[in-house]
């Protein structure tokens, strides 16, 4: 089994931050994508951020230089700092992982649970 777990959404007034923190855990034996979608409501969930096994990193253009995302490895943990907030930006957001839970398995994606991020003044 592979739990992943996010944490850190709330209210916050634009132009203001908010920092996710996603955690993989369980039957792990390689970690390949980790990253974060979003849905708003009445629309399709989205790619907001997600960073590889290489450690490359790709963001959606709407929050290009405001959000940044970051991985350890170590702790099976993606990040995501998000700066200069809108209110576009208000959304469910999700983290995904892509997991291989034993040697001989293939990947698949795990998501979280998601968490609320609401950006109003």
């Known amino acids: 089994q592979v739990q992943v777990v996010e944490s850190g959404g709330g209210l916050v007034q634009p132009g203001g931050s908010l920092r996710l923190s996603c955690a993989a855990a369980?039957?792990?034996?390689?970690?390949?994508?980790m990253g974060w979608y979003r849905q708003a409501p009445g629309k399709q969930r989205e790619l907001v951020a997600v960073?590889?096994?290489?450690?490359?990193?790709t963001y959606a253009d709407s929050v290009k230089g405001r959000f940044t995302c970051s991985r350890d490895n170590a702790k099976n943990t993606v990040y995501l700092q998000m700066n200069s907030l809108k209110p576009e930006d208000t959304a469910v957001y999700y983290c995904?992982?892509?997991?291989?839970?034993?040697?001989?398995?293939?990947?698949?994606?795990?998501w979280g649970q998601g968490t609320q991020v609401t950006v109003s003044s």
């Open positions: 369980g039957s792990i034996f390689s970690i390949s994508d």
């Open positions: 960073v590889i096994s290489n450690g490359r990193t």
């Open positions: 995904k992982a892509v997991v291989a839970p034993t040697r001989w398995s293939y990947e698949r994606d795990y």
